[in-house]
């Protein structure tokens, strides 16, 4: 093939825009789709900042710190040579960052500035107030619009993918995507294309996560043989504020800037909480962890808080939920740091949490599952080999997976901050891949015969045809609903088998019920609910690969607790120190230290596992005391 | 869930008068809903709501509402729409604070895809006239940009928090459906780019892309924009600097063209 060629990338975040910018920079022509304009993506979203260990502030931090910190905090599921690639990156991620504009908060020097995260001793966490990733995103989106300007990337905004056009090897050689406008259906080719969509977390209805967040686009490349690894890892963020139309994030920086978790002491306690004394106040975190106090990871303060409110009964007026005090921090120093969190809470609650303590509960947050995608490494540095085409790439010859939409650098749980790193390291490493997987090609997607394209396009605009038809009783946004709520009751804090039966009954239940449909709206122009009728099957998909994957696990490990398989405490502070606990751990990780795989099937997801290698560290017990 | 911040459902209900229009163009009229009262409910949830059960207070089923909304957070800048007349962000607008029946209108500074939902391209064309970015010599590790003071880097940070949600240019009295004017955000952002150092390198460039209609000088100083603007961007004194900068470069251009012309050889 010829040195410049044509990709697509599908979603316009921090891993989308990265793999563009890398594919661009290369001299190839990008198509990039989204069904948003790309600014709007949910990346924005991000309030904390971005890990990388530059050891600024002499606490003799270190690239292996952060692999250390990441593979553990992941409970030794993350694929490793990934993220040692992915530590070792970091700084000059942040750099890059720097030099595009991004307004990272400076010391009185000029220099970055860096703040503790969740699940780290040391100050690693570069941030810009408290908008990280709107600054991060905004500054890929410029360069990606500079790119447009010079005519290297072509933007379809408000154009939503559908599935890929496959040739008779299995290959894929380009897309099948909707304009959300004019409901117009085409084919793009392309010599790879890349699924950078994000996470599913509306599949869990009220998430914190952006209302575009379906999932849809992974869920149907798992109907088309994409494997999908780790599903039943989904990280409920310990502090959100509850809300009618979603869960909106309290970031972990409110904790990390000396935010205070506590209940009342007595159940039910009817004072307001200013008139609650501190000898009545139960700051249970600080005094179970008092090494990491209100900065355990998040699978750990979310279990307390959880258990708190459901198990014992201290929740806040005997409901759920906890107080999050920042009271006591001065307003100028709340204003400095993170004006935005506080602004978001004034806004969206209506108190002043400068004054008032706010009022959080856990809610879903991240999927730390997601495509499966391989790496190859370099034997020498144990990190991603640069420009391997093997790196991010699905199990579907030239398709490739970046972002939370892949399932590679988190494990069985995401410490703070360090999302954007892999969004933005995944696209990366993952754009050069793409273009080597081309290069590699013998024949070029865009010589291929227009009869795979044809096909494709047929496909889908019959699809769409009968699905325009469908006029029974139910309604798909109440079927997306129903799915969300029964996810978010039983297939996120706490995981039991009975429950996780009847989910999967459920998603099943709702699946018959998508049969009988009404698509709600006949016209031609911007039918957001025909798109969405399509979208909530594959939510269904993805609701029961995840419920499967977590139904199959039988143990506890990072975000996914299931008390019924959960070890007993050990005796000793240091775990190690426990030999009889010891003895139990191991038993345990030798069975369960693997990646689910989940393939498609028409009778429910086949669930398989693979074994996870740890050339870079060797697994260990997990503790925070 | 039951949580401690109160849901609860009450025998109130609330009245929604919400602009329908079937395509660009089309014929335009009031659908009239009425759903339950939710405490802590908001437009979009309220737009959520009718979703499910799409059926008018005359008791005829329509087509569910479109439109725009992605992180309900006040930040993707999706959401924008006219509420009781006044242009604003749907996600933040809290029905505790809204007079009945809210009546929910689209942009009309932009042209209308479907009821609410818009077309706000100019915006993003109007970043691209202004270059509005770092044009950084590649993504290869060259290690950290220049240093910045506290001082700078937090007039920049309000600079960089715009959604490009559109508000600004809805406000604006010079800004209509057939012109070209920028519009505040742009101009704010060609400031953000000028004052970052790196930036500065090309601050003519942006400061000339400014210059002539649909410019700077088409601003009538109404200062709507900076009334109207969720990130409360202080939009008019980016107006202001930018309109300083053009005409310096007016100047520069009647008086020194000689110097000009000797390029970027640098001193001596």
Avoid at chain 1, 58 to 67: K, L, N, Q, R, S
Avoid at chain 1, 96 to 104: A, H, K
Avoid at chain 1, 298 to 311: G, H, N, P, S
Avoid at chain 1, 582 to 587: A, D, R, S, T, V
Wanted: glycine fraction near 10%; charged fraction near 25%; proline fraction near 6%.
């Amino acid at each position: 093939m010829a040195a410049a060629a044509r990709f697509t990338v599908v979603g316009g975040g921090l891993a989308g825009l990265m793999t563009t910018i890398k594919l661009a920079e290369a001299g190839h022509q990008v198509d990039v789709l989204s069904v948003v304009p790309v600014k709007r993506s949910h990346s924005v979203c991000a309030q904390g900042g971005i890990n990388g260990a530059v050891n600024t502030k002499g606490e003799g931090d270190h690239p292996d710190i952060h692999v250390m910190d990441t593979l553990r905090g992941g409970d030794f599921l993350a694929e490793q040579v990934s993220v040692k690639g992915m530590c070792y990156a970091a700084p000059g991620v942040i750099y890059m960052l720097d030099r595009m504009g991004v307004t990272f908060n400076r010391t009185s020097e000029g220099l970055l500035d860096f703040r503790r995260f969740g699940g780290t001793l040391h100050h690693r966490t570069a941030f810009a107030g408290a908008t990280t990733g709107q600054q991060l995103l905004y500054a890929l989106d410029e360069q990606v619009r500079r790119y447009e300007a010079e005519g290297k990337v072509t933007k379809y905004e408000f154009w939503e993918w559908l599935g890929t056009v496959k040739d008779e090897s299995g290959r894929c050689i380009g897309s099948v995507a909707l304009d959300l406008r004019t409901m117009e259906i085409r084919t793009f080719p392309a010599e790879a294309v890349c699924l950078a969509t994000g996470g599913p977390g509306i599949v869990f209805g009220r998430s914190t996560n952006s209302i575009i967040n379906t999932g849809t686009a992974a869920g149907r490349a798992y109907l088309e043989g994409a494997i999908y690894a780790n599903g039943e890892f989904i990280q409920v963020h310990p502090t959100s504020i509850p809300g009618e139309d979603k869960l909106r994030l309290m970031s972990e920086s409110v904790r990390g800037e000396g935010g205070r978790v506590w209940v009342p002491r007595k159940k039910a306690d009817p004072r307001s909480p200013k008139d609650i004394p501190e000898s009545e106040r139960w700051y249970f975190l600080e005094e179970k962890y008092p090494k990491y106090k209100n900065l355990v990871p998040r699978d750990v303060a979310t279990r307390e808080i959880f258990t708190v409110c459901r198990d014992l009964g201290l929740g806040i007026g005997g409901r759920d939920g906890v107080y999050l005090d920042v009271t006591h921090i001065p307003a100028k120093t709340l204003d400095a740091k993170i004006k935005g969190v506080m602004e978001i809470y004034e806004k969206f609650v209506g108190d002043d949490p400068r004054n008032t303590p706010m009022v959080i509960f856990p809610g879903m947050h991240y999927s730390m599952g997601g495509l499966y995608v391989s790496f190859e490494a370099d034997p020498r540095t144990l990190t991603p080999a640069e420009g391997s085409p093997k790196n991010q790439a699905t199990n579907i010859p030239g398709l490739y997976a970046a972002g939370e939409a892949d399932y590679a650098f988190h494990g069985a749980n995401r410490l703070g901050a360090n999302s954007l790193l892999s969004c933005i390291y995944s696209g990366m490493i993952g754009g050069p891949a793409m273009a080597a997987y081309a290069k590699n090609n013998a024949q070029s997607a865009a010589a291929k015969s227009d009869k795979y394209f044809n096909d494709a396009k047929k496909y889908w605009d019959e699809r769409f045809a009968d699905l325009k038809k469908m006029s029974g009783p139910e309604n798909p946004y109440q079927i997306a609903k129903e799915l969300g709520d029964v996810m978010t009751e039983n297939c996120t804090v706490v995981r039991y088998n009975d429950r996780l039966k009847k989910t999967i009954e459920k998603v099943r239940e709702l699946k018959d019920r998508w049969k009988n449909v009404n698509v709600l709206d006949t016209g031609n122009v911007a039918n957001r609910s025909l798109s969405y009728t399509n979208q909530v099957w594959n939510m269904l998909e993805l609701g029961e690969v995840i419920a499967t994957s977590a139904l199959l696990r039988d143990e506890s490990r990072g975000a996914h607790y299931k008390p019924d398989f959960s070890l007993p405490e050990p005796k000793t502070k240091d775990p190690r120190e426990d030999a009889g606990w010891m003895e139990l751990w191991k038993k345990r990780h030798e069975k369960w230290a693997k990646t689910t795989m989940a393939k498609h099937a028409p009778e429910g997801p086949q669930i398989s596992y693979e074994d996870v290698p740890t050339p870079v560290l060797a697994p260990e017990p997990r503790w925070y005391a | 869930m039951d949580t401690a911040q109160p849901s609860s459902v009450s025998s109130q209900t609330i009245t929604f008068r919400i602009w329908r229009q079937d395509g660009p163009g089309g014929e335009s009229h009031y659908d009239e809903f009425r759903i339950p009262y939710h405490k802590g409910a908001n437009v979009v949830s309220c737009l959520m709501e009718i979703q499910r059960n799409p059926v008018t207070v005359q008791g005829k089923k329509v087509a569910p509402v479109v439109w725009d909304a992605a992180c309900l957070e006040e930040v993707c800048g999706s959401c924008a729409m006219n509420i009781n007349g006044r242009v604003r962000m749907a996600c933040s607008a809290l029905i505790d604070k809204l007079e009945q029946p809210i009546t929910l209108e689209p942009l009309k500074k932009f042209p209308v895809i479907r009821d609410l939902t818009v077309n706000r391209d100019r915006m993003f064309e109007a970043l691209k006239r202004v270059k509005a970015w770092i044009p950084v010599d590649g993504t290869h590790n060259l290690g950290p940009g220049p240093r910045q003071s506290p001082k700078d880097h937090a007039t920049m940070y309000v600079l960089s928090t715009c959604i490009t949600c559109g508000s600004c240019l809805e406000a604006c009295p010079q800004v209509t459906l057939d012109n070209h004017f920028v519009g505040a955000a742009a101009i704010s952002q060609a400031r953000l780019f000028n004052m970052n150092p790196t930036g500065k390198l090309n601050a003519e460039e942006r400061t000339r892309a400014l210059m002539g209609p649909g410019g700077v000088q088409d601003c009538g100083k109404a200062q709507n924009c900076v009334k109207v603007c969720p990130k409360e961007i202080p939009l008019t004194s980016s107006i202001a600097a930018m309109n300083r900068e053009v005409t310096k470069l007016v100047i520069k251009d009647l008086f020194f063209k000689d110097e000009e012309s000797k390029g970027h050889s640098g001193p001596g």
